[in-house]
């Protein structure tokens, strides 16, 4: 496809249930962010990669949030034992090279709700 | 502390009125980027422009014009002429030279009513 995709678009989760979430970016790009947007709010920074190393990973809110991307292509970011303050959106981006400043194109974000 | 301020919580405005959306940033480097996105009620986030701290020139595109004066610290967005389909949340956003990441601000709500 021509930008990032995420699935699923939609999860509901119980409580201390795990979940995984998927993005894909965009053919070729090679930093790849992730982003926790609570509601009303905007997008917070949560981890980035540069093709399959993860360089900063400072807004990660807990240790039971994981990221990977380990061909430097497809990411997904883990979340165990989900707790209620865990329902967000959660935003993936790419851009194509790592320059400074680069602008970041966005997916269309995985809703998580947790009960 | 907050580094992206977007004072106005929400607006709502006529339709074909002039709307600017107003943005205060924060950074003690020299070089840093600005941005403004788009979030139109599918959620997904639509990039509209990018500017670098050394370029202060004012852009236009189309009913969209940006304010960049780095004396106020300041980067206005002005829709003119608006749409209802210009209804959204907008953000504006700082990436500072020495990181990758963006700071949003909190977004500014935009009604536009027929």
């Known amino acids: 496809g021509a930008g990032v995709s995420q699935s699923p678009r939609y999860k509901v989760a119980k409580r201390g249930q795990d979940v995984a979430l998927r993005c894909d970016p965009i053919?070729?790009?090679?930093?790849l962010f992730w982003y926790q947007q609570a509601l009303g709010q905007g997008p917070e920074f949560l981890t980035y990669?540069?093709?399959?190393?993860?360089?900063?990973k400072s807004g990660l809110p807990s240790d039971r949030f994981f990221a990977e991307r380990p061909e430097g292509s497809v990411s997904t970011l883990k979340i165990q034992r989900t707790q209620q303050e865990d329902s967000a959106v959660y935003l993936c981006?790419?851009?194509?090279?790592?320059?400074?400043?680069?602008?970041?194109?966005f997916g269309p974000g995985t809703r998580l709700l947790v009960l | 502390a907050q580094k992206v301020t977007q004072a106005q919580t929400e607006i709502s405005v006529v339709e074909k009125e002039d709307v600017t959306l107003d943005c205060v940033y924060e950074?003690?480097?020299?070089?840093?980027?600005l941005f403004w996105y788009k979030q139109p009620p599918s959620g997904e986030l639509v990039f509209l422009i990018r500017?670098?701290?050394?370029?202060?020139q004012n852009e236009i595109s189309g009913r969209y014009s940006w304010n960049f004066q780095k004396s106020t610290s300041s980067f206005n967005f002005t829709i003119t002429a608006s749409q209802v389909v210009d209804s959204a949340v907008y953000f504006c956003?700082?990436?500072?030279?020495?990181?990758?990441?963006?700071?949003f601000g909190k977004g500014t709500r935009l009604h536009i009513l027929p």
């Open positions: 981006a790419s851009s194509p090279v790592r320059l400074p400043g680069e602008t970041q194109y």
């Open positions: 053919s070729g790009h090679v930093s």
């Open positions: 990669f540069q093709n399959e190393a993860q360089l900063d």
């Open positions: 950074t003690r480097d020299t070089t840093y980027y």
């Open positions: 500017r670098n701290s050394f370029d202060e």
């Open positions: 956003a700082l990436i500072m030279n020495r990181d990758d990441k963006i700071f």
